[in-house]
């Protein structure tokens, strides 16, 4: 059975730092694009950063460019979200992801092209 199992949410105050982890198991992920998505109470799940199936490849939503990093562990079957500088409004739900690409899906649709997805961990910043 695939599942994807995240971890490392929490609250935290504006401008720490927080690191997500999400764990793969069930089949490796290692051929496949994955990602962060985040959903805040009221509002529609949204993109926060992909990476390609090598890692070598990284895209981020405007809103946390240059303040989140995305990484992933291939032998481990691990992806990670460093999050830096936080800010109340990145407070959400945030979901890992398995798309059924090697490359990064792009467009407005690209939630489409994840398949697999964890149960997500809660990120709260108080300002």
């Known amino acids: 059975q695939v599942q994807l199992a995240e971890s490392g949410g929490g609250l935290v105050q504006t401008g720490g730092s927080l690191r997500l982890s999400c764990a793969a198991s069930g089949r490796p992920f290692s051929s496949n694009a994955m990602g962060w998505f985040r959903q805040a109470p009221g509002k529609e799940r949204e993109f926060v950063a992909a990476i390609n199936w090598s890692g070598r490849n990284t895209a981020y939503a405007d809103s946390v460019k240059g303040r989140f990093t995305i990484s992933r562990d291939n032998a481990q079957n691990m992806l990670y979200l460093q999050m830096n500088s936080l800010k109340p409004e990145d407070t959400a739900v945030y979901y890992c992801?398995?798309?059924?690409?090697?490359?990064?899906?792009?467009?407005?649709?690209?939630?489409?092209?994840?398949?697999?997805w964890g149960q997500g961990t809660q990120v709260t910043v108080s300002s």
């Open positions: 992801a398995a798309s059924v690409v090697a490359g990064i899906p792009l467009g407005s649709d690209r939630i489409r092209r994840y398949e697999y």
